[in-house]
Every structure is written in structure tokens, then in C-alpha cells.
């Protein structure tokens, strides 16, 4: 039955899609599946096995640990994205995890020996990677600019859009945000405490513009958020 799942996981996803059912098949043989639960660890990345891994259902943060043991949220794992040993380089020096944030999360993996090989034999997938993993580098790098040029209130209301128009369902012109974030997971995002995080949160708050909740975040009108 996992081999079933792994095909049509991998049928269905983009980046597989110039593979014919044959390579999909044989694709299925070098792949892992696992589940996780909120609040499982996926990966080190100082794992003696690095693997290139393939979200399918569900939620994960990657976060990174500098020397003196400060996390920081480096980014937020929707499905269908890719993490991991993405630049197909085992760093040792860097120091950061995978954890689930949803309640159901599935996962595909491959070995990056084995994944390597793959690109190797298929040049349209190669090519497909490299853009795929192009245009991730590229987020991840804004967000860091983004980190260092703007404030913390700032930062606060561009991820709070940007989570809006990723994940949010529109209600006429409110957004309603289904919340698997917490305050202090919000805090690593924007690199700030989570006193300044709850503060920023109950400000948009009283000025009427949003609604933070455990399970939801409601806000009244995106285009506020300036």
C-alpha cells in the first residue's frame, strides 16, 4: 500500500512531472514514507543519512540553531515544498531541525546519494530542480533582507500578509487563517521576543484589525496591514 501512496505522491507532484510512469515506479523503490505528529522532530541537519525531503500533507518549521542555542524560524514547510539537504552539500557546520506543526504531516524522502544519482539520469528533472530550488533561495534570501532593513512591526505585518495570501480563505474582505503558529513561533519568525511578538499581536488587535486566536487568525481587511 506505501508503494501505491508513493506513486501517486510523486505523479501528482510538479517536479516529477517530465518522469514517465516507469521512472516513477522505479523512483518509488529508493523513496521513504513516514508520518508525524505536531510536535515530531523530521531531521538533524547533522544527520549521518542526509536526505532531500518532500512534504505532502501537513506543516513543518525549519528552524536554526546558532552557538549560543537561539532559534530562529529560517522558514515554514508547506506541502508540496521541498527541505533538507536541498543544495545537495552535507553541511556540518550548519545546525538546524525539522518539526511538525500540524496534527497530520506525511512525508517522502530520498537519500542524497540516491537523489543525486536521480538528477544525474534525468536532465529535464535536473533542470526542474534547479529553478525549483532557485526560486526557494531566492524567498529565504528576501526574508533575510527583509529581517535586517525593516522593524519588528514591519516584519510583523509583511509575514502576516504574506501568511494571509499563502494560506488564508477569503470571506468577503476578511481573511480567516487557520493557526498552527504560535506567538512564540511567530517571535522566531520575525526575529524578536515573543514579549514584543504578544505586544505587536494585541496592538492589531485593539486597532480592530485582526484577531489572533488558537486556532484561527481573522483579519478584517488585508490592505490594512501597511
Given at each position: 500500500m506505501y508503494d501505491e501512496l508513493k506513486y501517486w505522491y510523486l505523479r501528482d507532484h510538479k517536479l516529477?512531472?517530465?518522469?514517465?510512469?516507469?521512472?516513477?515506479k522505479q523512483l518509488c523503490i529508493?523513496?521513504?514514507?513516514k508520518k508525524a505528529k505536531k510536535g515530531?522532530?523530521?531531521y538533524f541537519s547533522s544527520s549521518d543519512l542526509p536526505r532531500v525531503f518532500l512534504l505532502k500533507k501537513g506543516n513543518i518549521k525549519i528552524v536554526s540553531v546558532d552557538e549560543d542555542g537561539n532559534e530562529t524560524i529560517k522558514d515554514i514547510i508547506q506541502k508540496g515544498d521541498l527541505f533538507g539537504e536541498l543544495e545537495l552539500e552535507n553541511d556540518r557546520n550548519s545546525n538546524e531541525y525539522a518539526k511538525a506543526l500540524t496534527d497530520e504531516v506525511t512525508i517522502c524522502s530520498f537519500l542524497m546519494s540516491d537523489f543525486e544519482d536521480l538528477l544525474l539520469r534525468n536532465p529535464s528533472l535536473a533542470l526542474s530542480y534547479t529553478?525549483?530550488?532557485?526560486?526557494?533561495?531566492k524567498r529565504i534570501k528576501n526574508n533575510y533582507a527583509n529581517l535586517i532593513s525593516k522593524d519588528a512591526k514591519t516584519r510583523l505585518l509583511t509575514f502576516m500578509k504574506e501568511w494571509a495570501e499563502r494560506d488564508g480563505k477569503k470571506e468577503g474582505n476578511r481573511v480567516v487563517i487557520e493557526n498552527y503558529l504560535t506567538q512564540n513561533d511567530i517571535a522566531q519568525i520575525i526575529c524578536t521576543s515573543r514579549q514584543t511578538a504578544?505586544?505587536?499581536?494585541?496592538?492589531?488587535?485593539?486597532?480592530?484589525l485582526m484577531h489572533y486566536g488558537r486556532k484561527e487568525i481573522i483579519i478584517e481587511d488585508v490592505s490594512k496591514l501597511n
Open positions: 516529477f512531472r517530465t518522469l514517465s510512469m516507469s521512472q516513477i529508493i523513496v521513504g514514507f515530531d522532530i523530521i529553478k525549483f530550488v532557485g526560486l526557494k533561495m504578544t505586544s505587536l499581536l494585541n496592538e492589531l488587535e485593539e486597532n480592530g
